[in-house]
C-alpha cells in the first residue's frame, strides 16, 4: 500500500495562487477525501498528484520516491475523471483492455485482468456491450474498471459521482467504500459534497482558498473542527 507526501507544494496560474504552501501527509490503504468548496483548489492538487499539472514549488513524494518532475504515466497512479471519459465506440471489453495494450501487456495477462475487475465491480454480463448501452452508473464502474485494471499504486477521483441521480449517488458511495475495503488501496477521492466526505472517507482533509484548514477522521472534525470555516463548512457547531 502507497503513500503519498506533499511538501511545501505551491500552484500559480499566472500570478493568480492556487495551491499555497500545501503540506500533507497521506497514509497507505487511506481512503482520504479532499473537501471542500468549489474553486478551493481539490482538482489542481489532485491533478498535480496525477502529474496532469506541474507543480510551481515544493515536492510530491510517493512511497518516498520523488514524482514531482515524473511523466504521468511513470507515476503509478490513476484518475478517474467526473465525466468517465470512455471510448463511445468501444465496448467495455476493449475500454478496460486499451491502456493495457498501449503498454505492450501480453493478451493473456490483460484478459486476466480485465476479468478481475470486472468481477470486482460485477459488470461480467457488461463486457460486450458499448457505452451507449449503459446507465449511469454502469459507465462510472467502467471508468472505475480502468483505472483497477492499471493495477496502480493509487486511486484518484476527482468528484465521480456529481453527474449521477440522488439514488445511483448513494447507491455508488456504498459501491466505493466497499470497493475500497476489498481493495485495500491508498485512495483520494476529491468532492465538495459534505455528505459523500462524510460516509466515504477514513480521513478527510478539508480545504479552504488552496489550504488545508484541518485533517481529521470523518467524526473527529464533526466533533471538534479547528476553525470557523471547517464548523461552518460542515455544519456542526464550532
Ligand atoms: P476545485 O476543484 O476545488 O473546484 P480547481 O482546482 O478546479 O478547484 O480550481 C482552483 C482555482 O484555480 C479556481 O479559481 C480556478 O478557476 C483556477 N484554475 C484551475 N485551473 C486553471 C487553469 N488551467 N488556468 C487558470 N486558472 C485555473
Ligand atoms: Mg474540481
Known amino acids: 500500500m502507497t503513500s503519498i507526501v506533499l511538501k511545501r507544494v505551491s500552484k500559480k496560474f499566472g500570478t493568480t495562487s492556487v495551491i499555497s504552501d500545501l ?3 497521506i497514509d497507505p ?3 482520504t477525501v479532499f473537501l471542500g468548496p468549489s474553486g478551493c483548489g481539490k482538482s489542481t492538487l489532485l491533478r498535480m498528484i496525477a502529474g496532469l499539472e506541474d507543480v510551481t514549488s515544493g515536492e510530491i ?3 518516498g520516491q520523488r514524482i514531482d518532475r515524473a511523466p504521468p504515466g511513470e507515476r503509478g ?3 478517474v475523471f467526473q465525466n468517465y471519459a470512455l471510448y463511445p465506440h468501444m465496448s467495455v471489453r476493449e475500454n478496460l483492455s486499451f491502456g493495457l495494450k498501449n503498454i505492450g501487456m501480453p493478451k493473456a495477462q490483460i484478459d486476466e485482468r480485465v476479468q478481475a475487475a470486472a468481477r470486482m465491480l460485477e459488470m461480467d454480463a457488461l463486457l460486450e456491450r458499448r457505452p451507449s448501452q449503459l446507465s449511469g452508473g454502469q459507465r462510472q464502474r467502467v471508468a472505475i474498471g480502468r483505472a483497477i485494471v492499471k493495477e496502480p499504486r493509487a486511486f484518484l477521483f476527482d468528484e465521480p ?7 445511483l449517488r448513494s447507491r455508488t458511495r456504498v459501491e466505493l467504500s466497499r470497493l ?3 481493495m485495500k488501496a491508498t485512495m483520494i477521492f476529491v468532492t465538495h459534497d459534505q455528505v459523500e466526505a462524510m460516509t466515504m472517507a477514513t480521513r478527510i482533509v478539508v480545504m ?3 489550504r488545508v484548514e484541518q485533517v481529521g477522521t470523518p467524526l473527529g472534525i464533526y466533533r471538534r473542527p479547528a476553525t470557523r470555516f471547517v464548523a461552518g463548512f460542515i455544519g456542526s457547531p464550532a
Open 61 to 63: 513524494e510517493i512511497e
Open 29 to 31: 490503504g487511506e481512503f
Open 208 to 210: 479552504n482558498q488552496g
Open 23 to 25: 503540506s500533507l501527509a
Open 180 to 182: 475500497h475495503q476489498r
Open 77 to 79: 497512479v490513476a484518475m
Open 161 to 167: 459521482l456529481s453527474n449521477l441521480d440522488a439514488a
